[in-house]
């Protein structure tokens, strides 16, 4: 069973910089996708960033240019550095990661357990 882990959010001051981090656990698994989206108070999910492994990188409109995503494949990692903080980034970030489990070969799709960013003075 894979396990993520969240860490990086906290209250940062608009133009400021924040790192999250979401690390998958387990065994008997291969990731084809790892992403991050934002959920703000009373507003649905929506997405931040998502880095298809080996393909595409798709990027909000609202963070192109201040966001970006990485991934340490070795280590089953998913980064978003975050730059020039805005009041309106606040939100709670989830990762999101995708991929297959070997035994039995079927597919998963985990959310990570979210992680407060706060862009205020």
């Known amino acids: 069973q894979v396990q993520l882990v969240e860490s990086g959010g906290g209250l940062v001051q608009p133009g400021g910089s924040l790192r999250l981090s979401c690390a998958a656990s387990?065994?008997?698994?291969?990731?084809?996708?790892m992403g991050w989206y934002r959920q703000a108070p009373g507003k649905q999910r929506e997405l931040v960033a998502d880095?298809?492994?080996?393909?595409?990188?798709t990027y909000a409109d609202s963070v192109k240019g201040r966001f970006t995503i990485s991934t340490d494949n070795a280590k089953n990692t998913v980064y978003l550095q975050m730059n020039r903080l805005k009041p309106e980034d606040t939100a709670v970030y989830y990762c999101?990661?995708?991929?297959?489990?070997?035994?039995?070969?079927?597919?998963?799709?985990?959310w990570g357990q979210g992680t407060q960013v706060t862009g205020s003075s």
């Open positions: 387990g065994s008997d698994f291969s990731i084809s996708a």
């Open positions: 999101n990661v995708r991929g297959r489990y070997y035994v039995p070969h079927r597919p998963f799709d985990l």
């Open positions: 880095n298809s492994i080996g393909g595409s990188i």
